[in-house]
Every structure is written in C-alpha cells, then in structure tokens.
C-alpha cells in the first residue's frame, strides 16, 4: 500500500509543478496536444510487423520525444512571459503559440504518415519530412 500511496504523491507533485509552470490555461493545451500526438504516433508505430520499418520508426518517435523538454520550456517561459488563464492567445504571444500549434499539427500528421507506412501505403520519407516540420516549427516557436 505504501509503494501506492508515494507514487501517488509523486505524482500529484508532479502535477502542481505542471500547473505553476504551465497553468490551465492555452500553454498548458499547448504541452498536453503535443504529449497526445507523440502518444498517437507512438501508439502507430507498435503495430509495424516489419523489424527494419520499425526500427527506423522508433527512432524517428524518439527525436520527436526527445523534443518534450524543449516543448515543456517553451510552454514554461511563455506561461511566464504571457499568462493566459484561459484559451485567449495574449497580445505578443501570438507567433509562440502558432510555433507550438503548428508542431502539434505536424506531429499529427506524422503519426498519419507513419500509419501509412504501417500500411504499406507509404514511404519512411514522408515521416521523416513531417518530423523535420515538427522540429522546424518548435525553432520557429523558441525564436520568436
């Protein structure tokens, strides 16, 4: 019962920090779109029977994971720079949200490439373009 009941603090703590670096509001959506998207192509790539498709489909799902941190810092100094309580894009923070909405987009639309490839209607290729798209757009998100 104990193991439980720490795990569970664990991660109610882990949850306010969320909350105080993110709030509820529109950067808060912004992390959560891009956690369900890698979550998604995740999901798509485990049923790829093919070891070599999948392989390079895992590895391509791991740049894009890798690049959680940066999406949660992101959300992080745009929560603090433009709060937003709610789902209003604040004055001047509008090219750091269409930055991270346009990468929860892409990622999407990997993960839909990487069901086609799963599918044998598509090219590795095409996944991999969506991915750099994705990491285009976090670049474009950080800069501005």
């Known amino acids: 019962m104990k193991l439980f009941s720490r795990r569970r603090r664990v991660k109610q703590a882990r949850a306010k920090q969320i909350q105080k670096d ?3 509001g529109l950067w808060r959506q912004a ?5 369900r998207g890698l979550d998604r192509y995740h999901q798509i ?6 070891d070599e498709v999948y392989n390079r489909l895992v590895l391509i799902g791991n740049d894009l ?6 999406v949660y810092a992101i959300c992080r100094d745009a929560h603090a ?11 001047g923070a509008s090219a750091i949200h269409s930055g991270l909405s346009r990468a929860a987009n892409h990622l999407a639309t990997t993960a839909e ?3 086609m490839v799963r599918l044998q209607h598509g090219e590795i290729e095409a996944v991999l373009h969506r991915a750099q798209q994705v990491l ?9």
């Open 22 to 24: 993110l709030g509820e």
């Open 31 to 35: 992390h959560d779109r891009y956690v």
């Open 45 to 50: 790539v485990e049923g790829v029977s093919d």
């Open 65 to 70: 994971a890798d690049q959680l941190p940066r």
């Open 81 to 91: 720079q433009f709060p937003a309580v709610e789902m209003q894009v604040p004055a």
């Open 113 to 115: 490439a990487a069901a």
């Open 136 to 144: 285009d757009c976090l670049a474009t998100a950080e800069t501005d």
